[in-house]
């Protein structure tokens, strides 16, 4: 009987770079092929992971300026489109484009603010006497369903001179937290700034600031670089306006749902206070909520049904509740991954891992901003990968004639500099 065959595995020999085979340690040579792939990527995976680790932590120390920038590059990936047009089609250079462009994003920002806040101010007394009746109605349900005593809670002159005794101990700790209060005012004051003044320049110049990165790129890998990324912004542009979208179907449901109650109240004959002249600030309240993800929408839909309930009482909110619930359901299972994941072309668990995980590591930051780079990345992968996301972007000659030139320049620069060195 012939002793069993013995197979020899392919062992790597790494050469220099004159091909010539440089030998292993005997005690590597004896580790299986496989074992020594997986070491090789292992530390590799955790010298990726410690780089990360360590950018993360150097961000997190400048996180205003690093946020303020990220959300220009989102405003300008949205704007970048009508920018281009008003200088294609308009004897506008591109840096008048861009000013207008920032111009009107501030315009139609401040003014929704300002109309619903005008909606709000003249209405407040409205409120604040429905907001007293309707908390006054429901301390008196609760203290008539439960049947509490209230003279069995003691005196509540005792009960307010302990109040007051309490804030007087922890005044410190109430003007500390002013102090904090007044300086994440200055840093939000701050980070807007910076976000107009960064998204200004990537709106006016942004194509040189990206050739100016790109230069730091071996240039056998600028072409190849540079097209993947225009990929991945393509995707991040679209990931934009669909969120705009999915937030304006998000807010326009609610609204519609509390102009409803409004009506069904009306024909009911209800005395309570109107809801519609409210449907503006709800909405743009929804609408700006949206953008965050996981909290956004709850503390968004608590706003409105809290309103309901003080202009017209406990059914009419737990009306709101629902029509909050639902519309939520339906953005958040059905339209959101749908539009987005055609947008971003991500599976919708993908995104909703992406959200998760993203809130896990950096909170509220890290979910608005999970979405985004992974449209961006998977794009970018997509097309490194051999399969181009978007073939109707072609191929970009003018980076390529820009790069040629360039390089051209260089070389003559090179020699004449060669030139004017004294030779030894």
């Known amino acids: 009987m012939q002793p069993p065959r013995r197979v020899n595995l392919p062992?790597?020999?790494?050469?220099?770079?004159?091909?010539?085979?440089?030998?292993?340690?005997?005690?590597?040579?004896?580790?299986?092929?496989?074992?020594?792939?997986a070491a090789a990527w292992s530390w590799r995976f955790i010298v990726v992971i410690g780089a990360l680790w360590l950018i993360f932590n150097g961000f997190g120390m400048v996180s205003t300026l690093f946020i303020s920038v990220l959300v220009a590059i989102l405003l300008a990936s949205m704007l970048q489109p009508f920018v281009k047009l008003l200088t294609t089609h308009t004897f506008l250079p591109r840096m008048a484009s861009a000013a207008i462009a920032l111009v009107g994003l501030i315009v139609v920002v401040v003014g929704m603010f300002v109309l619903a806040g005008r909606q709000l101010v003249d209405s407040w007394d409205g409120i604040a006497t429905a907001a007293v009746s309707g908390f006054t109605q429901l301390w008196n349900d609760i203290t008539g369903y439960f049947k509490i005593d209230l003279d069995s809670l003691g005196n509540l002159g005792q009960l307010q001179k302990e109040a007051l005794d309490q804030l007087q101990k922890n005044s410190s700790s109430i003007i500390s937290g002013a102090s904090s209060a007044v300086s994440t005012v200055g840093n939000l004051g701050t980070g807007v700034l910076v976000c107009l003044f960064a998204l200004f320049f990537f709106l006016a110049d942004g194509g040189n600031i990206w050739r100016w990165f790109l230069g730091f790129v071996p240039s056998h890998s600028r072409h190849v670089t540079h097209e993947a990324f225009r990929r991945g912004w393509k995707a991040l542009s679209?990931?934009?306006?669909?969120?705009?979208?999915?937030?304006?179907?998000?807010?326009?449901?609610?609204?519609?749902?509390?102009?409803?109650?409004?009506?069904?109240?009306?024909?009911?004959?209800?005395?309570?206070?109107?809801?519609?002249?409210?449907?503006?600030?709800?909405?743009?309240?929804?609408?700006?909520?949206?953008?965050?993800?996981?909290?956004?929408?709850?503390?968004?839909?608590?706003?409105?049904?809290?309103?309901?309930?003080?202009?017209?009482?406990?059914?009419?909110?737990?009306?709101?509740?629902?029509?909050?619930?639902?519309?939520?359901?339906?953005?958040?299972?059905?339209?959101?991954?749908?539009?987005?994941?055609?947008?971003?072309?991500?599976?919708?668990?993908?995104?909703?891992?992406?959200?998760?995980?993203?809130?896990?590591?950096?909170?509220?930051?890290?979910?608005?901003?999970?979405?985004?780079?992974?449209?961006?990345?998977?794009?970018?992968?997509?097309?490194?990968?051999?399969?181009?996301?978007?073939?109707?972007?072609?191929?970009?000659?003018?980076n390529i004639a820009y790069f040629e030139t360039r390089e051209r320049e260089q070389k003559k620069t090179l020699a004449e500099r060669a030139r004017l060195i004294p030779q030894k």
Request: with cysteine; glycine share 10%; charged share 10%.
């Open 238 to 398: 679209s990931y934009c306006r669909t969120q705009i979208l999915v937030a304006a179907v998000d807010a326009t449901g609610i609204a519609l749902g509390m102009v409803g109650i409004d009506i069904v109240s009306g024909i009911m004959g209800r005395s309570a206070v109107a809801l519609s002249p409210y449907a503006v600030p709800i909405w743009l309240i929804v609408f700006l909520f949206s953008f965050i993800p996981l909290v956004g929408a709850i503390v968004s839909g608590a706003i409105a049904m809290l309103l309901v309930f003080v202009l017209q009482g406990w059914i009419p909110a737990l009306i709101m509740l629902g029509i909050v619930i639902l519309v939520q359901q339906l953005e958040s299972n059905i339209l959101q991954p749908i539009l987005m994941g055609k947008a971003v072309e991500l599976h919708p668990l993908a995104i909703f891992l992406g959200v998760s995980a993203g809130a896990v590591v950096a909170g509220i930051p890290g979910a608005l901003f999970s979405i985004p780079l992974l449209a961006f990345l998977n794009a970018l992968y997509c097309y490194l990968d051999g399969r181009d996301p978007d073939p109707s972007l072609g191929i970009d000659e003018k």
């Open 11 to 37: 062992t790597e020999k790494p050469t220099g770079r004159k091909g010539q085979n440089l030998a292993l340690p005997l005690e590597v040579e004896e580790l299986p092929m496989g074992l020594r792939r």
